[in-house]
């Protein structure tokens, strides 16, 4: 669960440096955006390397990388629809149910 909770986080962090200077950022230089990228994923990566290394061995690391795929995904849609206010279409849900097929796969024994 801790994988989990950090991987979380860690995507939060993420897609907010990925993708909030669009927004938020964008009449000022690319080197600002830049910069402000970075100092938000340095905190991305000081929790999806911990999650990485407390979750490798109790799963496997496609488990974990599909793992993070959806949670990216998810994290990514909560983003667009409340924070950049997208609309989320029927197309998204098609493609979420393609990362739940991905996740039977990659989790089925």
């Not at 080197?31 to 799963?59: K, M």
């Amino acid at each position: 669960m801790r994988t989990v909770l950090l991987l979380v986080a860690s995507n939060i962090f993420m897609t907010f440096a990925w993708y909030r200077h669009l927004r938020h950022q964008a009449g000022s230089p690319l080197w600002s955006a830049v910069l402000v990228s970075w100092g938000i994923a340095f905190f991305e990566y000081c929790l999806a390397v911990p999650a990485n290394r407390i979750g490798y061995g109790r799963f496997t690391l496609a488990e974990l990388k599909v793992t993070q795929e959806i949670i990216s995904l998810v994290v990514f849609g909560v983003f667009s629809a409340f924070w950049m206010r997208e609309r989320v279409t029927l197309n998204h849900l098609w493609a979420a149910c393609c990362l739940v097929g991905a996740a039977f796969f990659v989790f089925r024994r």
